[in-house]
């Protein structure tokens, strides 16, 4: 039989090595555990930063046309891939649609209103009190014809209008006095040529109307003149209407207009 002291000893190793493998078993476990929360810990942080920092995606549609939308990790499967995007994509398409069909509700409850005339270049703009612009016209000219069964459409700068109303003026004494019109000068010239033009073949000037017809320009009445023949054409086209005589002419008739 051992000694007591033989015993003491040998619970003593016995011990010994327990703690000691006790000792190195804790170290290493710890060890273990402290490496695996060590790299757990940097990955949460990793997809913690790629969250945190928008996961923009930049989609680009069918048209080239760039729609910005937040692609995250809706599936949660810890990641943002190509099932994310796409989901990203069709919400925005969604939002897209939602917004053109909420214009076109609000263009059907209240329709745009067209530009009005006088905004719109080209169209030429109705006159306050509703009357048509032609209609004016032909209003307007129709009272010039009545000022005097000789009326002279003319413009001030054009040599041929003074040399008719020259001839007309300063050589014959007419009577009631022709109605000399400076198309330049009127407002409505440009119209009231225009409706001339219409009315009687003859776009330019001078126009010279006896009783509303024209008997042409200045070429015509100088043909007249020259054929001794002007006063006859007036005084016949005037009916009866018109007195005319030339102003310095000799032997003239008695009883007569020359």
Partial sequence: MPSARRVRFLVMVGMA??????FFTSKF??????????????????????RGSGGAQIIMDGKGATAVSEAKDKDGDGSVGEDDVQQAKEMAERLRAAEQRAKDQ????APLKPD?????VGVEAQPADGSDPASKVEATLN??????????????????????KGVLLEKYTIDPAPYIVELDEHPMGKELQAKLG???????????????????????INELDARKTLIDKI?????????????FAKNTPKGGDR
């Fill in 17 to 22: 090595v327990i703690v000691t493998t006790l």
């Fill in 29 to 50: 476990g710890s060890d273990e555990s402290s490496a695996f929360q060590d790299f757990y810990g940097k990955t949460v942080n990793a997809m913690e930063r790629k």
């Fill in 106 to 109: 609000a263009n059907a409850k």
């Fill in 116 to 120: 009005a005339p006088s905004e719109v």
């Fill in 143 to 164: 009272e010039m014809l009545k000022k005097s069964p000789v009326v002279v459409f003319s413009k001030s700068y054009c040599p041929y209008s003074k040399r008719a």
């Fill in 198 to 220: 219409e009315m009687t073949g003859r776009s330019t000037v001078p126009n010279i109307m006896v009783n509303g017809k024209s008997i042409g320009g200045s070429d015509e």
């Fill in 235 to 247: 005084k016949s086209m005037g009916n009866k209407r018109v007195s005319m005589k030339e102003k």
